[in-house]
C-alpha cells in the first residue's frame, strides 16, 4: 500500500492544513513486541494522512459487575478474624431461626462493584473530502477504497480454510504535514490510542456542499468516510502521574 494523503503530496494547498491525523497500518501478530506503537510506527506498510477529522470521538469506558468480597467484615473490624468468625455463628443462627418462623432476616449484601477486565476503548472519526481538482478526486478515492478494503481480513493463505487477520492500525496526530519531515502533536488531542483493529469504515460519495457529482473520469469530487476503531488491548495507566495510556503488549515490551 502506497503512502496516500489528502489533499496528496505537493499540493498548493498541502500547507493549509495545520494538523494531520496519520494511520499507518501493520501486519497482525500474536507477539507482544510487534502489536506496540513503535512497532507499527517503524515496520508499517502503509501509511494514510488526513486533515482534521470533522467528528471525532473517544468512548473511554470500563465494565463492572457485583461481585463478592468476603473481607469486607474483617477490614470493617480491623481483621479481628475471631470476631468476624463469631459473628458469621450469629449470622447462621439468625437465619435458620427465620427461615423455621417465617421470619423477614437476610443476609447483609456484601457484593461490590468490581472492575472485570477486558474494555477496549473505541476511536470514531468521520472525514469530508471534497476535491477541488481531478488529483484530490483520484487521492480521496484512493484512501476510501483502502479503509473499505482493510476491513476485512486476508485470503492469501495456502489453506481454503484458513485467513490472515486483518492489519493493525497506529493512530497519531502531527503538525504542518501528515507526511515526511512532520513533527508529532504531544498535546495528544487525538485521544493517545492504543493499536487498534478497524471496525467499520462507512463510505458515502453522493455529494457534499453542493459539490459536482464527479469528475470526467468518474472519480466522485466528495467523500465522506466514518471510521470505527477499536483497541486491540485494553488501556492501562502508567502509574507514573502522567495522562498518557499504554497497552498490556507495551508494558510487557517496556519492561
Request: charged share 20%; proline share 7%; glycine share 8%.
Amino acid at each position: 500500500m502506497p503512502y496516500l494523503q489528502f489533499p496528496p503530496s505537493g499540493d498548493k494547498y498541502e500547507r493549509d492544513i495545520p494538523i494531520w491525523l496519520n494511520f499507518k497500518v501493520g501486519y497482525y501478530s500474536t507477539f507482544n513486541r510487534n502489536r506496540t506503537r513503535n512497532f507499527i510506527n517503524g515496520n508499517n506498510y502503509g501509511h494514510i494522512a488526513l486533515p482534521y477529522p470533522r467528528q471525532m470521538a473517544t468512548s473511554n469506558t470500563q465494565n463492572y459487575v457485583a461481585g463478592p468480597s468476603t473481607n469486607v467484615l474483617a477490614i470493617e473490624t480491623g481483621g479481628n478474624l475471631g470476631f468476624v468468625l463469631g459473628q458469621q455463628i450469629i449470622a447462621t443462627k439468625e437465619l435458620f431461626n427465620s427461615f423455621l418462623s417465617g421470619g423477614n432476616v437476610v443476609r447483609f449484601d456484601h457484593f461490590e462493584t468490581i472492575l472485570e477486565p477486558g474494555a477496549r476503548r473505541i476511536h470514531a472519526y468521520e472525514f469530508n473530502l471534497v476535491a477541488k481538482n481531478k488529483e484530490q478526486a483520484n487521492a480521496a478515492n484512493a484512501i476510501a477504497l483502502t479503509f473499505q478494503t482493510n476491513v476485512f481480513p486476508i485470503a492469501n493463505t495456502d489453506s481454503i480454510l484458513t485467513m490472515r487477520h486483518p492489519p493493525l492500525w497506529h493512530i497519531y496526530a502531527t503538525r504542518l504535514g501528515g507526511g515526511f519531515g512532520s513533527t508529532q502533536d504531544r498535546s495528544y488531542w487525538d485521544g493517545d490510542p492504543q493499536i487498534c483493529v478497524l471496525k467499520s469504515a462507512d463510505i458515502n460519495k453522493s455529494p457534499v456542499l453542493n459539490t459536482p457529482f464527479t469528475t470526467p473520469d468518474y472519480k466522485p469530487l466528495a467523500v465522506n468516510i466514518k471510521l470505527v476503531f477499536q483497541e486491540l488491548e485494553p488501556a492501562m495507566q502508567r502509574g507514573d502521574g502522567s495522562a498518557r495510556l499504554f497497552s498490556r503488549a507495551e508494558r510487557i515490551s517496556e519492561r
